[in-house]
């Protein structure tokens, strides 16, 4: 005999966690886009606005000079071990004379950021239109915000000459793998991709492992990653690439051209 449950359903919940951010469903845009081929026209103009936000990308980010993008959890508050940590790699990063860019919302990336501030370097972030708005963090000297992810990950990806991943959740696990990918297939060079907080990394090692054992990659494409947990080393490792491998020069290279309105 089937139990009919007359209980009310239990109230909604008021109080979330840190880890628990609400969401809300996507805009009809993404609903239209999501939906497959679209009138000819809006195909146009979503075009249209793509290139437009490469094109302000570009513009926004082509003197900020030589790079190295941090990757992170937005959901590490102030006080966190994993705060302080990305804040020494900020400052270290800055110190190195590299320009620190990350996402430019909270978290650890705000950490990134802020250390680089406050150790007289510059600090650039590239935020994303979210269903719930994620704010700029207050220590970034330029900030650019985009619509689409791929635009946003393709500028995180073209300035920099190393990647530093600290502890985070899909979208730092997506920003990850996208550059290693990139990495093994020679779309671009081998540049420096460190991992940040041995305890965190230390299980996907084991997967890559697996991964390895399954020759579903190479011995060499586990080899990618470099797990530390000292800023010091991971700036000055980076620095001596940087310098030795590519040639980097923190000199002026580049000239503005006033008749492309590069005059700011």
Known sequence: MDVIDNSPPPPPATNLGVNEIPKKSPSKDEARFLRGPQPRGS????????????????RRLHFIGPCVTVFGSARFPEGHPYYQMTQAVGAELAQAGFTVITGGGPGLMEAANRGARQAGGRSVGCNIVLPKEQEPNPYLDEFVEFRYFFVRKLMLAKYSYAFVAMPGGFGTMDELFEIATLIQTGKVEKFPVFLMGSDYWAPLKVFLQDMVDQKTIDPADAELFQISDSPSTVASVIRDVGMAQFGLSYGPQLRRRWWLGEWW
């Open 43 to 58: 195909e146009i103009m979503r075009l249209l606005r793509i290139g437009s936000e490469c094109l302000r990308g570009f």
